[in-house]
Each structure stands twice: as structure tokens, then as C-alpha cells.
């Protein structure tokens, strides 16, 4: 079967930095995205990996390994904006996106 | 500015008494997805049209239906909600349905069932 794993929940503090981690394994793979979705709202996007490496998007970076089926979120200089939800989704051979549960951020002052 | 929009917001309805959700889009994206989200999973893709040709997810229960009349609307049907129904249903769009093409989602519509 097809399985994203996240961790449930994470706390961090206000400026500090946070990783996400996600592994995966799925029937085919045409890229790993990742969205934010705030407590009552929809998703939103923040990225999209297709190689491996390192994608830089102002304070978010995310990182994929195609060979290891693992991808991670970093978050820097972390906001209390930035409490949400984090979700992880890969997109598979029949290009549907096969979503993680998503990993609560908690961050503290 | 583009984007896609969900009515209504809230919804009540009793249990078994039909109900109609709708999505519309002003992206004029190919692709419109319905998803069920229950609190702390992830989102479930019920169906999604690519253009007018409708697909279906194995697991949707017929008691889910879904119209494309045209490139912008969608309709979600639940034709007798049960109280496992209660959820947030979300509505997506893509450009098209291969790789790299993000999905823009709705705010969603929280359904609670009576």
C-alpha cells in the first residue's frame, strides 16, 4: 500500500529553527509537495520537490532523497504565525497526491 | 484575483436530509478535486474532473455524487448524510494533472450533521 509518515506533533520556540520530516512510500513518484494549513482553514502551498536536494524559499527550505523516500520541512526563524499544520503530500505514477496527516507545530514565545 | 471559492462556509443539515455543496473557480484550471478532511487526518480525495471526464475514488460511498456543469462550478451531493459525514470538504483546482501543478484549494466547507 501506499504510506506518507509524519509525526503527529511538534513544539518549538518563537526564532528558533524547526525540521519537518516525512518518508514515503508510494507507487511511482512525480514529486513531494508540502502545504500549510492553519486550525479551520484549507491548505496552502509552500513547495514543491521533484529532484533530490535542497529547495530555499525565504524562511522555508525543503529537502527531498528520492533513493531514501524521505523529504524533511525546515522552518527558520520561526513566527507564532507559523503554528499550523504542516502536511506532506507525494504525488504518485497516476499523478494523484497521497497526503501524510500532517504534523501539528506548536511554537511557544 | 483569481481563486476558488466554497459555499457555503458552515452547513447544517439533519441526518439524511440531502444536502449540496459548491465550488467555483475563477483560475480556469482543467482540474476540480472534492476531498474529505476529518480533524487530524489527512484529506481524502473523494473525485476530481479532469476538463468533463469524472473520476471517481474506489472508496467514495455512493452516497457522494458530483456535477461539472461548466470549467468554473463544481457540486458535491451528499444524497442521505450520516453522522460520520460531518467533516470539512474541500475544493482544489490544478492547471492540469501532471507533475509540479499545485493544487489551489477553497476554504472549505464544514459540514455538521443533526
Known amino acids: 500500500g501506499q504510506n506518507i509518515d509524519q509525526p503527529t506533533e511538534m513544539t518549538a520556540t518563537e526564532g528558533a529553527i524547526v525540521q519537518i520530516n516525512c518518508t514515503y512510500q508510494?507507487?511511482?513518484?512525480?514529486?513531494l509537495f508540502w502545504y500549510q494549513q492553519h486550525a479551520g482553514e484549507a491548505p496552502t502551498f509552500l513547495s514543491y520537490?521533484?529532484l533530490d536536494g535542497l529547495e530555499e524559499k525565504g524562511r522555508f527550505s525543503s529537502f527531498l532523497s528520492r533513493s531514501k523516500g524521505y523529504s524533511y520541512l525546515l522552518l527558520k526563524e520561526l513566527q507564532m504565525k507559523d503554528s499550523a499544520s504542516y502536511l506532506c503530500?507525494?504525488?504518485?505514477?497516476?499523478?494523484?497526491?497521497?497526503w501524510g496527516a500532517g504534523t501539528k507545530l506548536i511554537i511557544k514565545p | 484575483d483569481a481563486m476558488v471559492i466554497q459555499n457555503p462556509r458552515y452547513q447544517v443539515t439533519q441526518f439524511g436530509k440531502p444536502v449540496t455543496l459548491s465550488c467555483s473557480q475563477t483560475l480556469n484550471h482543467n482540474v476540480m478535486y472534492w476531498y474529505q478532511q476529518k480533524s487530524s487526518q489527512a484529506p481524502k480525495l473523494l473525485f476530481h474532473?479532469?476538463?468533463?471526464?469524472?473520476?471517481n475514488e474506489a472508496d467514495t460511498p455512493d452516497n457522494f455524487q458530483s456535477r461539472r456543469p461548466n470549467t468554473s462550478f463544481c457540486f458535491l451531493d451528499i444524497r442521505s448524510p450520516g453522522l460520520g459525514d460531518a467533516a470539512m470538504y474541500l475544493c482544489a483546482t490544478s492547471r492540469d494533472r501532471g507533475s509540479s501543478n499545485e493544487q489551489f484549494f477553497g476554504p472549505g466547507t464544514r459540514l455538521t450533521v443533526l
Open positions: 474532473y479532469y476538463d468533463k471526464d469524472f473520476n
Open positions: 503530500a507525494v504525488m504518485d505514477s497516476n499523478y494523484q497526491l497521497i
Open positions: 520537490n521533484v
Open positions: 508510494t507507487s511511482g513518484f512525480n514529486g
